[in-house]
């Protein structure tokens, strides 16, 4: 069973935008991949898909997405199970998406609002138990001291890793990443990918993270899927996205994806599946 299945996916916006062309591609169980692509490709409409925020154009009957074995939507519209799915799936906002006024505890013990009685998670009546889980998962994206501050009152790293520790205590099955380091200095972006990676690796969560440079990517993704204008056009190893090879993709726009002087591929690669190709 693959943990996301999307068949024939096109979407399109007001003004005959075209944000997704024809995207099809898998994700097995307990994968790191990375999403890469200039701006405008595609990426975080692709994420919002597969999240159910989103659903795509009706017209395009084939189209199809499952998430962990189950039908999120197809042939243009959600699937009737749609919020039980999502329950699933963590989601790490750029922009953290945290209640600023509210403790980062609380931010986190938010995270099983979807497997309590919506009373308890109205009047923010939380168990000790549920309270020692938020406690471990901050304790384990390093931010355990921090947990009675106000969300306002952290930097934005610590926010982003108070977002992963959310999708700890939600028990997300896939945790979806969109742009999380995007406007993270680079000390605070390799925290949060650290604690990504950590938990992919720890507790076996498939993780697919868009990236707007591909040096994080090669460090801490076997796979990237690439995108431009809205078309999957490599799906592979990172290892392989040299410089000239972004140029040869991206053209013109690769400078936007230049490797940092820092990147380095992981001392122990995973094999990568045969049909991975450049797909262009």
């Given at each position: 069973?693959?943990?996301?299945?999307?068949?024939?996916?096109?979407?399109?916006?007001?003004?005959?935008?075209?944000?997704?062309?024809?995207?099809?591609?898998?994700?097995?169980?307990?994968?790191?991949?990375?999403?890469?692509?200039?701006?405008?490709?595609?990426?975080?409409?692709?994420?919002?898909?597969?999240?159910?925020?989103?659903?795509?154009?009706?017209?395009?009957?084939?189209?199809?997405?499952?998430?962990?074995?189950?039908?999120?939507?197809?042939?243009?519209?959600?699937?009737?199970?749609?919020?039980?799915?999502?329950?699933?799936?963590?989601?790490?906002?750029?922009?953290?998406?945290?209640?600023?006024?509210?403790?980062?505890?609380?931010?986190?013990?938010?995270?099983?609002?979807?497997?309590?009685?919506?009373?308890?998670?109205?009047?923010?009546?939380?168990?000790?138990?549920?309270?020692?889980?938020?406690?471990?998962?901050?304790?384990?994206?390093?931010?355990?001291?921090?947990?009675?501050?106000?969300?306002?009152?952290?930097?934005?790293?610590?926010?982003?890793?108070?977002?992963?520790?959310?999708?700890?205590?939600?028990?997300?099955?896939?945790?979806?990443?969109?742009?999380?380091?995007?406007?993270?200095?680079?000390?605070?972006?390799?925290?949060?990918?650290?604690?990504?990676?950590?938990?992919?690796?720890?507790?076996?969560?498939?993780?697919?993270?868009?990236?707007?440079?591909?040096?994080?990517?090669?460090?801490?993704?076997?796979?990237?899927?690439?995108?431009?204008?809205?078309?999957?056009?490599?799906?592979?190893?990172s290892s392989a996205l040299t410089p000239a090879f972004l140029n040869e993709l991206y053209?013109?726009?690769?400078?936007?994806?230049?490797?940092?002087?820092?990147?380095?591929?992981?001392?122990?690669?995973?094999?990568?599946?045969?049909?991975?190709?450049?797909?262009?």
């Open positions: 069973m693959s943990a996301v299945r999307i068949t024939d996916l096109s979407k399109s916006f007001r003004g005959g935008c075209r944000a997704l062309d024809a995207v099809t591609l898998s994700i097995g169980p307990a994968e790191m991949v990375a999403l890469i692509g200039a701006s405008g490709s595609g990426k975080s409409t692709l994420l919002r898909h597969i999240a159910g925020l989103i659903d795509a154009d009706r017209h395009a009957g084939e189209a199809r997405i499952d998430i962990l074995g189950q039908v999120m939507q197809s042939g243009g519209r959600l699937s009737r199970h749609c919020r039980r799915i999502r329950a699933e799936v963590g989601f790490v906002f750029q922009q953290f998406n945290l209640v600023s006024r509210l403790s980062v505890m609380t931010n986190v013990l938010l995270g099983t609002l979807g497997r309590i009685p919506r009373w308890r998670g109205c009047l923010g009546l939380f168990s000790a138990e549920e309270r020692n889980q938020a406690l471990d998962a901050l304790r384990r994206v390093g931010i355990a001291d921090v947990a009675l501050q106000r969300a306002s009152t952290l930097s934005g790293g610590q926010q982003q890793r108070a977002a992963i520790a959310r999708t700890l205590v939600q028990r997300a099955k896939l945790i979806l990443a969109d742009e999380p380091i995007a406007s993270l200095d680079p000390a605070s972006a390799v925290k949060v990918m650290d604690a990504l990676a950590t938990i992919n690796r720890e507790d076996g969560i498939t993780v697919l993270v868009s990236l707007h440079q591909v040096d994080y990517a090669i460090r801490y993704c076997p796979r990237t899927i690439a995108m431009l204008a809205g078309r999957v056009v490599y799906d592979g190893p053209g013109s726009e690769s400078k936007d994806l230049l490797l940092g002087p820092k990147a380095c591929k992981p001392a122990d690669e995973a094999p990568y599946p045969a049909e991975l190709a450049y797909v262009r």
